[in-house]
């Protein structure tokens, strides 16, 4: 029996012997390779986005900046610009706004850097924050737009107002008198959405609301300040000093602020007058005064008025500067304009003796669903035009983007929804020319793209 052991404990012995010499083997080769990672990450040279201009560029072609950078997005997809405080990446190159939209999103933001320039105006709203109140929002809002009753409102809204506007154009086209359209447009997309947010008619289309009149022009201007931030070194000592364009939109803010507070406390004291079951909860604002009651410490009435100014925001400057390139854009297509008239009178079962007050009641969502050519031109409008031209993020975190650029914390990316619809490596030779047909398929149906290749809507259909 001892005879018989003593092989079996030699062989078992060899075995442990050779099972303890591969793991050390295994783990020795795993630290060394860790090492080397390590090394090579930290001796390796940091390789940046080609420098093609300085902060300084952006001022001298600041009214022609979106064509300025189209052109260098032409030469190098993704470039950068020296700043004093940061650097300043742009691109066109869909696999980096799929990382910064998508696959690494959290480490891409609005930042201090954009809240700091928009807050005045937008406050804590939803186009100004990151983190918690941005979701906050985001599910309060996704909520209350899935509502069947905010949505028939909010339709009935647009229709009333659409039929007004109608009814102006064609008096002055009848009577072959010259119209600021995207005046009107930006008149009338106001009236709807401060309605569908406020549950109040501003009326600023006839022209005969002088409070409405003082919101809209404060609005507007306040909007054209806050843009001028962005290239403006010497804003917040400005703001400081209280002089030229920081107290000239302290001015304005005071009158904004002042007409929104006034329609809260307003719809407050009505709304608390009624039963819960049977006030009207048809607009935004009274939606949010319902969810006040039951959290009245994060729904105070400066949160309120951030929230409906950035929903007007969202609504009525990318609404109406989208139809304004439209008809613009049917004003050198004539040949477009009885295709889509045709498919309008087939979808919508009209005629020409239809009168303007009765059309809209026939722009259901059926017959909506059927104007697919208009899908398409107005799809490649935003294709060309984009109401977003430019949308810049702030890096929360070194980071190394596909194709190997590094970005440093604190650094801007930005990606071009302008320039990329002009990328003809997006695009084919025909990037710039208006043809609506690129989005139908051989049947005649709407066919989306790609969402990080076609930007306007900031790729929200990829997003949850």
């Known amino acids: 029996m001892v005879e018989t052991r003593e092989p079996l404990n030699l062989a078992k012995s060899a075995m442990d012997f050779l099972s303890f ?16 990672h390590f090394f090579i990450k930290a001796t390796r040279k940091k390789r940046y986005p080609p420098l093609t201009g300085t902060f300084f560029h952006q001022l001298l072609y600041f009214s022609t900046i979106r064509d300025y950078h189209t052109d260098l997005a032409a030469r190098f997809k993704t470039f950068r610009l020296f700043s004093p405080t940061r650097s300043l990446i742009y691109t066109v190159d869909p696999a980096i706004v799929e990382y910064i939209l998508r696959t690494n999103y959290t480490n891409y933001g609005k930042g201090s850097y954009n809240y700091n320039n928009l807050k005045d105006l937008l406050g804590d709203g939803i186009f100004a924050v990151d983190g918690e109140k941005w979701r906050h929002q985001r599910k309060l809002a996704s909520y209350e737009f899935t509502t069947k009753n905010l949505r028939d409102f909010s339709s009935d809204v647009f229709r009333s107002n659409a039929s007004r506007l109608s009814l102006i154009i064609s008096k002055a086209a009848n009577s072959n008198q010259a119209m600021d359209i995207q005046d009107l447009f930006m008149k009338s997309t106001l009236d709807s959405i401060f309605k569908i947010g406020f549950g109040e008619e501003l009326d600023t289309l006839s022209g005969l609301s002088e409070e409405g009149n003082s919101f809209a022009k404060a609005f507007d201007d306040s909007s054209d300040l806050i843009l001028w931030r962005y290239v403006d070194i010497f804003w917040k000592i400005k703001r ?11 001015k304005n803010i005071r009158v904004i602020d002042g007409f929104a507070y006034k329609l809260i ?19 935004i604002l009274s939606r949010f005064l319902v969810q006040k009651t039951k959290d009245p410490k994060n729904l105070n009435d400066q949160y309120l008025r951030d ?11 990318t609404t109406a500067v989208t139809l304004s390139w439209f008809f613009y854009m049917l004003c050198k297509h004539p040949s477009l304009q009885e295709k889509l008239a045709q498919e ?25 669903d059927k104007m697919q050519y208009l899908h398409a031109a107005l799809t490649e409008t935003l294709r060309i035009y984009p109401a977003i031209p430019e ?24 990606f071009l929804p302008y320039s990329m619809g002009r990328m003809k490596f997006l695009w084919g030779v025909d990037a710039q020319v208006f043809r609506p047909e690129r989005w139908l398929d051989e049947n005649g149906v709407f066919r989306p793209k790609n969402p990080f290749k076609f930007t306007a809507f900031q790729a929200c259909s990829s997003l949850n």
């Open 344 to 368: 309008i009178k087939e979808a919508t079962k009209t005629n020409d003796s239809i009168s303007i007050a009765d059309f809209p009641s026939r722009l259901t969502d059926e017959a909506l």
């Open 307 to 317: 929230i409906i100014l950035n929903f007007i925001i969202a609504g009525r400057d």
């Open 391 to 414: 949308d810049p993020k702030i890096c929360f975190s070194d980071d190394t983007l596909p194709g190997g650029f590094d970005v440093k914390k604190g650094d801007m990316v930005c």
């Open 240 to 250: 400081f000093l209280g002089v030229g364009s920081e107290a000239e939109l302290k």
């Open 21 to 36: 010499k591969y793991s050390i083997t295994l783990i020795a080769t795993a630290i060394a390779c860790l090492c080397l």
């Open 265 to 283: 406390h307003s719809k407050t004291q009505s709304m608390s007058k009624q039963q819960n079951d049977t006030m009207k909860k048809e607009d």
